[in-house]
């Protein structure tokens, strides 16, 4: 199945809003640990609530999944870094 037909079905079963669908479109072409503040600065937003949230309701439909966490170098706490799960069988986008 073509990768953009996978991404679609996936944004249609899971019923993805755009904001989420944007930033799975985002960590799918960018596959590897990110922090929330990473990925909003990838993604020129400018507030973190445009990511933050959105990420959340990723890893509670089963799409991200927290691997670690580090130390943010702007705030100085320990915050998570998220990847994309791919289902058994698919291959990244």
């Known amino acids: 199945m073509h990768t953009n ?3 679609a079905h996936i944004e249609e079963s899971k019923k993805l809003t755009k904001r989420e669908a944007l930033i799975l479109r985002w960590l799918l072409a960018h596959p590897k640990p990110w922090t929330d503040r990473q990925i909003a600065a990838g ?3 400018p ?10 309701e990723l890893i509670q439909k089963g799409l991200v999944d927290e691997v670690d966490s580090v ?3 702007v ?3 320990t915050v998570r ?4 799960i ?7 986008l």
């Open 75 to 77: 705030t100085g706490k």
């Open 86 to 92: 791919f289902e058994q069988g698919e291959l990244p």
């Open 81 to 84: 870094r998220v990847v994309p």
């Open 5 to 7: 037909s996978q991404l």
């Open 71 to 73: 130390r943010c170098n």
């Open 47 to 56: 507030d973190m609530n445009c990511v933050r949230p959105r990420i959340t």
């Open 43 to 45: 993604m020129r937003f």
